[in-house]
Nanobody, 131 residues
Framework: QGLLVESGGGLVQPGDSLRLSCVAD????????ISWFRQAPGKERGNERD????????????YYADSVKGRVTISRDTTKHTMYLEMNSLKPEDTGVYYC????????????????????WGQGTQVTVSS
């Protein structure tokens, strides 16, 4: 099994920025589709995680949820086995537990938005946007 560990969450005010990180062991990131999902308050099941952003670990093929386009950037550092989610102009509706995930290269862009299609998950990091 691969291991993913998120960090960088916290309590921020509307309009603030955060950068989330997800460090993986080398085995996990042989699954080259990497993504971020958010589980909103009150949603408990794994399949209730909302898609945020995805990219190919080798670079490119970036897709974003409509709700975050223009405010969020997904990226990765291959030398550090780390993926990032840079979030700007945060809104209260961005609140939730953020999970990184890794899945197979064969996922289409539509499949990449489905939480059920991923093999590896981190433990999550809480982001709370509140004044």
């Amino acid at each position: 099994q691969g291991l993913l560990v998120e960090s960088g969450g916290g309590l921020v005010q509307p309009g603030d920025s955060l950068r989330l990180s997800c460090v993986a062991d080398g085995r996990t990131f042989t699954s080259p589709r990497i993504s971020w999902f958010r589980q909103a308050p009150g949603k408990e099941r794994g399949n209730e995680r909302d898609f945020v952003a995805t990219m190919d670990w080798t670079g490119g093929s970036e897709y974003y949820a409509d709700s975050v386009k223009g405010r969020v950037t997904i990226s990765r550092d291959t030398t550090k086995h780390t993926m990032y989610l840079e979030m700007n102009s945060l809104k209260p509706e961005d609140t939730g537990v953020y999970y990184c995930a890794a899945g197979p290269a064969t996922l289409t862009s539509l499949q990449a938005m489905g939480a059920n299609n991923y093999d590896y998950w981190g433990q999550g990091t809480q982001v709370t946007v509140s004044s």
